[in-house]
Structures are given as structure tokens and as C-alpha cells.
């Protein structure tokens, strides 16, 4: 999860990476399924190592799809999907921060999902940490945000 | 698309072939999700083809999902996820008649999406005709309705 | 319930007309809450008998709302307000048929609530009494259709 | 918008103080709808001083409503039912913070809509200006967060 128009780069550099890891470790990449900001990077990334990509868009038809997703979810329901997005997922990295991603992250929490903070500032972190300390995680990067996701993983088994 | 715990014997034995067929065509099937009736048997079929299967779920967790579904979307919006259902698919195909499949090929033909009908009653096929002559298609068996839908997806492209 | 774009004008007068009676009962109408068709027509009866009107509108906004509706839920979910629309109402009239329409009556069955059919086709209530017998009401007019639905709310209580 | 089970007692104050004044302006409530903390209280603060209530339910049936709501829309789709909650409102009070709390607030600023968070802590209130400065705005009591949306309300007329 991140922003989509106003995504930094640095975000969309980590969403690549993650995508390439997630596609690498053989896990599904779900993501808002956009043509922008990082869920594009991210879907690139997973695209291009090779993983399958699955996007939950908010609009009733492909139009603003990522090309890089595999199976397009056509939601029609605007920005309710952030739920379905969230629920569909096993764990959440989250990339940058902008009200929707914001909004994804509370809705994880919310429904018992750990979410993977990568890079975040540190007032952002604690944020989120004051709403559920225990399914926030702080990742300083992607190697080990990874790390983290395979921990959470293995212990869901 | 199809009823789940009211299905009769004939709905599910054609679900279960038309999935087996889907996969055949390199298609990707998507369902309702759950692990009774049509959708259950449609996912049986295409798993054991070997394909792709996406089980666009009522429910808020993987309770009652069908164990053939290898892309379970958690929806958690309950029977208001048919509308993502058919939004979803290019097209339809509906395997016998309840409230909630109705409902489906409704949203479905509302949402300019095609709908083939597999041996349905005359008076099913007539009311949906009077929907939409246009995207309602009546099938004699399975084999018929994959033709049918080989057919739409070409002109689609 | 009834059609938009395409509604007939005696499904907009019979939904004028029961507008007007569900005010005179002072119940509260529940409608799509868009300004064409039968939802606009039995917003007018109902505001113009001194009634209460709530609108589940698809749109994110208020465009495109009835000018009738004192209470409007923007829903922001397309079609998939249906679902809304149906499950916050103690029971449905349905003045004519679309696809869209039919999709609410098939959810309001699945749901469990009664509908009243006002003057349908006998097709038209033949296919609906296939999927609920017990819950699909068939009403000569409007007179009959608001005798039918006190009946019903006195079994409710 | 505020806690339902997890609420404190100032924050139920709170929202009790401000269902009255919103009753006491003519405005319509608008909440989540439970019959738990800020939900509750609210409803019944404006329920006593005479205001119309509106409860945008997660449930798919009248269990678990506030008995002071006045219209219960039964949406049956869940904590999806936040972001209609925010968009059937013109400004959000926002009275303590959870995580179902905070996804409400970050979709209020994502659908442009002004949020007043009424004596929040302050790092919460730096949290959502970091969002949206231009439309967080900070009450230091209930009197102060009506006359901010008195304000912005006369702006948007």
C-alpha cells in the first residue's frame, strides 16, 4: 500500500523492490491496482521477477489499470475497496503516506492485520503504534521488511 | 455463477465441467468463492484442469471458502460482492437459478456484461431476454456455452 | 423500486401515487434517491404529502440527486447500493422492471423481505414467485399494494 | 465519528454535548450507528434535544443499533460502511481516536471533507494536519468545534 499521484520516488524505489522480494519468495502481490505511484512500481517489480499480481481497483472498469497486473478485481466501489484490499491481503507493507494509504493502514489494523511500516518518519510510526502497537512494525528497509513478513508468516502457519 | 447450498445435482455436474473447460481455454474463473454448490463444483473443475481460480468471497476471513479458490478476495461487504463478481469477469456463464444468482445476471446485464444461460428453463431465459436480448445467451449444454463465450471474447478483443 | 432512464410514465405515476400514500402513513420512504424515473416520482409524492425521504445514492457526491430527498446517503459504491438500498428497507414496492430493478428485488428476496409487485407483467411475477412464493406479492394497484404492506408491517411488529 | 466499545468517558461526553448541538442548530446527525460509546451517546444527546438521527449500520439487520437512532441504514457491508458514513456527511466531529476512528477521518480528508477533532491529543492533531492541514482542524471543546463548523458550514452555502 501507498500513495498513488503523490507518491516520491523513494517510495516507488522501495514498492519495486518489494514487489521483486514478494515475487521472489513466491507470495501473491495485492495492491490497489492503479496505474500509479507505488502500487505501479510495485507491480512492476512483481512482474518483472516473474510473480502474479493481483489489483483491487476502485473503478467499474479497467480503465486506469496497471499494466502490470495480472487480475484486475473491478471493485465499483471507489474508495470503499480499501477494505477488501486490506482483508485480502495476509500482512500489509505500506510505502509512503498520503491520506489513503493512511486510511488502509487504520482499516489493516482494524481488521487484525500486521502492517510492515517501511521508511516511515518516526512520528508516522508512532502514530499507527498508538493504535496497535503490536501489529506495527517498523522496517528501516526492504531486506528488512521482507525479513519481518517472513517472521509474521511463519507463525500464521 | 450459480446457487450454493440450494444447487441441484445437473447445476453442479455442468459448473464442474465448464470449470474443467475454462481452464482448458487458458481462462481464469472467477466465483463467488464459497465451498458449496455451483461455485464449489466450477472450482473443483478447473483446478483439476489446472487452472487459475479467484473466489470473490462474502465473508470478512477464509471461513467457508472453497478449498479450490487459489485467489480468495475477502471482500467482508457480504452479498453486495456480487456486484464485484460480475464487474470482474468479461463474461458471465449461469449454471441453474436462485435469488442471489438472479441477482448476479441483473447486475451483470446491467453492467453491459454478456450472460450465458446453461440449459435453462424457457421461462428463466425468457425473462432475462426481456432484460437484455442483446447480452442474455442461451446455452443447450456446456459445450455449447464455452463456443458461445470463445465466440464473445473474440469480438471483445 | 423501479426504473430510472427508462421508466414508463404509469410506473412513474403509480410510484407518485405510493409515495404520497407512505407519507400518509407517515412511513419513511427509502428510495435510490436519483432525480429521473420512479425514484424521482415517489421522492414528489412523498415531500408534497409532508413525508420523510431518505436516498441511497451510487455517486460520490450529490449530483444527480432527486430534489425530493430530505436525508441523502451517499454511498459512493456504484450498483453495489442496491444491496443498501433493500436491507434498509422493512419492505419493497417495485413499479416496473430493469435490469437494475430486478437486481434489487432479487436481493431484497435473498434478504428475506417482502416485495410488492404493482401491476407487473404476469411474466414478471411469475419469474419473481419462481424464486420466493412466500415473499412476492403481486398488487392490482397502488390501493391494494399499501393495503398489502400494512398487513405485512402489522405481522412484523 | 469517535470509539464504539473501546470509547472513554470524556469522549462520550463529548459527542453528547455535540449530538444536543447539532440538534439544537437543525442540522441531522449522522453516525456508525451502534449502540456503543461515541455512537451512542451522540444519538442520545441529539434523540433528547429533539434533532433527526441518521445510523449508518455495519450490520446486515437492526441488532446492536443505537435505540436513539432515528433512520438506521442497514448497509451489511461491514467497516466498509465507513467511508459512506463519511460521505453522507457534509463536516465530521471526530471525538477520541481508535483505529476504525482514524480510517474515517483519513477517508473524510481523502473525500475532502473538513474534520474537527474535538480535544484531541496533540500528536493525533499533527498526525492528521500532516495529511490535510487545510481541513484538520483542532476544537479545544464541543462549544468551539460547533462554532468551527458553523463557520465552514456558512462558507459552503
Known amino acids: 500500500m501507498g500513495p498513488g499521484e ?35 512500481a510495485a507491480n512492476r517489480g512483481a512482474r518483472e521477477a516473474g510473480g502474479l499480481t493481483v489489483g483491487v481497483l476502485p473503478s467499474s472498469d479497467l480503465a486506469g489499470a496497471s499494466s502490470f497486473v495480472d487480475i484486475p478485481i473491478v471493485t465499483g466501489i471507489g474508495e470503499a475497496r480499501n477494505y ?3 482483508l485480502s491481503c495476509q500482512l500489509i507493507f505500506a510505502c509512503g503516506l498520503s491520506a489513503g494509504t493512511a486510511s488502509e493502514i487504520c482499516l489493516a489494523l482494524k481488521a487484525h492485520r500486521h502492517v510492515i511500516l517501511v521508511e516511515p518518519r ?21 531486506g528488512q521488511a521482507i525479513q519481518i513478513a517472513a517472521e509474521l508468516l511463519k507463525k500464521q502457519e
Chains 1, 2, 3, 4 share one sequence.
Do not use: K, Q
Not at 520516488?9 to 507505488?38: F, H, K, Q, S
Not at 506495527?136 to 528497509?141: E, G, K
Open 6 to 40: 503523490g507518491a516520491i520516488p523513494g517510495d516507488c524505489r522501495n514498492a519495486y523492490e518489494l514487489g521483486r522480494a514478494i515475487a521472489g519468495n513466491a507470495w501473491v502481490l495485492v495492491t490497489g491496482g492503479r496505474d500509479v505511484g507505488v502500487m505501479d
Open 84 to 86: 477488501i484490499n486490506v
Open 122 to 142: 518516526p512520528e508516522t510510526a508512532r502514530f499507527f503504534e498508538s493504535l496497535d502497537s503490536a501489529r506495527t512494525h517498523v522496517a528501516a528497509d526492504t
